[in-house]
């Protein structure tokens, strides 16, 4: 991996990381921050979801500060340039899920375009 493109993977895990945190989270400005304004979520429970709709969920507290979510096997990839795909293994509350998302660069810097949540056990 180039130092470009590992600079690129990273920064869409620090963006990813931070959507997980759950004083970004509670802020529904320092969200859109980091979602794409074509953001699409296929969610864990089967349900699509916009930016619109997403920010109703964050803002409401779905990420407890007592019990972070747990975060293990973060793998990105490069797909093409200003695109990263992301991989990772995410346990919120004793729900685990596998977890895909996909970063695009912007003018304001790496946003999410792309998210989905496959609950396993």
Known sequence: MTDESERAVQAAIDGEMRLLDPEVR???????????????????????????????????????????????????VVLAPGIVHLTYFADNQDRRAWRSSVWRLTETGWRMYFHQATLTS
């Open 26 to 76: 509670a802020s529904p400005a320092r969200v859109l921050e980091l979602l794409d304004p074509e953001f699409i979520e296929f969610g864990a429970s089967g349900r699509r979801w916009d930016v619109e709709s997403i920010l109703t969920v964050t803002s409401g507290g779905s990420v407890s500060p007592e019990s972070p979510v747990k975060v293990s096997e973060v793998a990105g």
